[in-house]
């Protein structure tokens, strides 16, 4: 669906409560089918480390889609060539949201001359990143504070 009022902007440390609280909201509710309430608990709470965030928003090329002032998605290149964060406001799903995140993902990793994308992608996005030419590498069991978090390593090769 095309989104007329969606911009694409380079976030600001002004956007970290707003992110650290969608991150929440949307694992919390559109991952609910694919990871028990335990996961989800120990994966939102990664978003907690304050310093680390900000770390990863001043030194990533990291992106947030704005509809009417307010955050409706946010996505992140870490380096030249891995995907760190794709969220996507939990009402504002398939609405072609993360397909301009990742556009811009890509185009950026493309200009830093990357010859692969790679990610580490839950088992919710990975229909997303099949879509978009992704390949599963291996499938990872993460033990974070006691709790096995099941996700994907997968990698695209760039043109
Ligand atoms: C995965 C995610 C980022 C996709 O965001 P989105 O804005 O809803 O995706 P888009 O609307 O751009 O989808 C583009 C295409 O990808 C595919 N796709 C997206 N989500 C899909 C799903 N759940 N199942 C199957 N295909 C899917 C579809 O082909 C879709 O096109 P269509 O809607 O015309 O059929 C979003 O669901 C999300 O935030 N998930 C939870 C957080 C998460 O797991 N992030 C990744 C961490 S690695």
Same mark, same amino acid.
């Given at each position: 669906?095309?989104?007329?009022?969606?911009?694409?902007?380079?976030?600001? *440390?002004?956007?970290?409560?707003?992110?650290?609280?969608?991150f929440v909201?949307?694992?919390?509710?559109?991952?609910?089918?694919? %990871?028990?309430?335990?996961?989800?608990?120990?994966?939102?709470?990664?978003?907690?480390?304050?310093?680390r965030?900000?770390?990863k928003?001043?030194?990533?090329?990291?992106?947030?889609?704005? *509809?009417?002032?307010?955050?409706? #998605?946010?996505?992140s290149?870490? #380096?030249?060539?891995?995907l760190?964060? *794709? %969220?996507?406001?939990?009402?504002?799903?398939?609405? #072609?949201?993360a397909?301009?995140?990742?556009?811009?993902?890509?185009?950026?990793?493309?200009?830093?001359?990357?010859?692969?994308?790679?990610?580490?992608?839950?088992?919710?996005?990975?229909?997303?990143?099949?879509?978009?030419?992704f390949?599963? *590498?291996?499938?990872?069991?993460?033990?974070?504070?006691?709790?096995?978090?099941?996700?994907?390593?997968?990698?695209?090769e760039?043109?």
């Amino acid at each position: 669906m095309d989104k007329p009022n969606l911009s694409i902007r380079h976030s600001n *440390l002004s956007n970290l409560p707003e992110i650290q609280r969608m991150f929440v909201d949307t694992i919390s509710a559109v991952c609910k089918d694919d %990871y028990s309430p335990e996961e989800i608990k120990v994966w939102t709470s990664s978003i907690e480390n304050t310093e680390r965030l900000i770390d990863k928003l001043t030194t990533q090329y990291f992106l947030i889609a704005e *509809l009417d002032n307010k955050i409706v #998605g946010f996505a992140s290149l870490k #380096g030249n060539d891995y995907l760190d964060f *794709l %969220y996507v406001h939990k009402d504002y799903q398939r609405q #072609g949201i993360a397909d301009r995140l990742y556009s811009e993902i890509e185009a950026e990793a493309i200009k830093k001359e990357s010859k692969v994308l790679t990610s580490d992608v839950s088992i919710t996005a990975k229909a997303f990143f099949e879509k978009k030419g992704f390949r599963t *590498l291996q499938k990872q069991t993460n033990i974070i504070r006691g709790v096995e978090i099941v996700n994907y390593k997968m990698v695209k090769e760039l043109l």
